[in-house]
C-alpha cells in the first residue's frame, strides 16, 4: 500500500513538473512568434517608408516640379521681370560669421602633431631613414 501511494506521489509530481515545463515551452514558443511576427512587420514597414522616400524624391525632382508648376499657369521668370518690394522695417540679417578669417590657424586651437596627418608610405621611409641613419653611425 505505501509503495503505491509513494508511486503515485512520484507520479503526480512527475506530471505536475512536466505540465510546468510545457506551460513555459508554449509561452516561449507564442512569445518566439510574437517576435518573428513584429519583425517581419519592421521590415515591411522599412520597405514601405523607402518606398515612399523614394515615391517623395520622384515628386520633388525639377522635372517634375517645373512640369507641375507650368500645369498650374506658371512660366518661368526674366531678369527684368522680377520686381522687389522695399518693405518699411525690414532689416536684412547680416550673416553669422564664427570665426573671423586672419589667414592663420586660430589662436588657442589646439594642434594636431604631424604624426596624425602623415601618411603610412611618410611614416614608413621615415622609419626606414632614421634606421639606415642609425645604422651608419654606429659602424664607425
Known amino acids: 500500500m505505501q509503495f503505491i501511494g509513494l508511486f503515485s506521489l512520484v ?14 515551452s508554449a509561452r516561449a514558443a507564442a512569445v518566439g ?6 519583425q517581419g ?3 515591411t514597414l522599412d520597405r514601405e517608408i523607402e518606398d515612399l522616400q523614394a515615391q517623395l524624391a520622384l515628386v520633388r525632382s525639377v522635372e517634375v516640379m517645373e512640369r507641375r508648376a507650368r ?9 527684368e521681370q522680377i520686381v522687389y518690394l522695399k518693405v518699411q522695417g525690414y532689416v536684412q540679417p547680416r550673416p553669422v560669421v564664427l570665426a573671423p578669417y586672419q589667414g592663420r590657424a586660430v589662436p588657442g586651437a589646439p594642434v ?5 596627418t602623415e601618411s603610412l608610405f ?3 621611409r621615415r622609419q626606414i631613414g632614421s634606421a639606415s641613419l642609425f645604422s651608419m653611425e654606429v659602424t664607425p
Open 122 to 124: 611618410t611614416w614608413l
Open 71 to 79: 500645369d498650374m499657369g506658371f512660366s518661368p521668370v526674366q531678369g
Open 33 to 38: 512568434r510574437n517576435i518573428q511576427y513584429m
Open 41 to 43: 512587420r519592421i521590415e
Open 11 to 24: 507520479l503526480v509530481f512527475a506530471a505536475l513538473v512536466a505540465g510546468i515545463f510545457l506551460n513555459i
Open 112 to 116: 594636431m602633431p604631424s604624426s596624425y
